[in-house]
Nanobody, 118 residues
Framework: QVQLAESGGGLVQAGGSLRLSCAAS????????MGWYRQAPGKQRELVAL???????NYVASVKGRFTISRDNAKNTVYLQMNLLKPEDTAVYYC????????????WGQGTQVTVSS
């Protein structure tokens, strides 16, 4: 089992910045991907950004140039630096870890609220 502990959400004005952190513990697959998903009210959960244990990254188009995902493999921690935040970024953000070879199982954090006011 893998446990994910998120931190860093909150309320910020449009144009501001927030940094999310997610620390993984437990039986972590050596080749894995960690990422951030978000879910706004009435919408489906969507992938925001993902980074593999080898350092490859992927972003949803709406956050490219504003968000940066990074990870510290020694600490099993992934970060999401969010700049130039917009009201449409408001959502619950969930940390995710998946075995990159098998594609499963998926592990999820409890979620952290990000609210961007206009």
């Amino acid at each position: 089992q893998v446990q994910l502990a998120e931190s860093g959400g909150g309320l910020v004005q449009a144009g501001g910045s927030l940094r999310l952190s997610c620390a993984a513990s437990g039986s972590i697959p050596s080749i894995n991907a960690m990422g951030w998903y978000r879910q706004a009210p009435g919408k489906q959960r969507e992938l925001v950004a993902l980074i593999t244990s080898g350092g490859s990254t992927n972003y949803v188009a709406s956050v490219k140039g504003r968000f940066t995902i990074s990870r510290d493999n020694a600490k099993n921690t992934v970060y999401l630096q969010m700049n130039l935040l917009k009201p449409e970024d408001t959502a619950v953000y969930y940390c995710n870890l998946v075995d990159w070879i098998k594609g499963e199982p998926n592990y999820w954090g409890q979620g952290t609220q990000v609210t961007v006011s206009s």
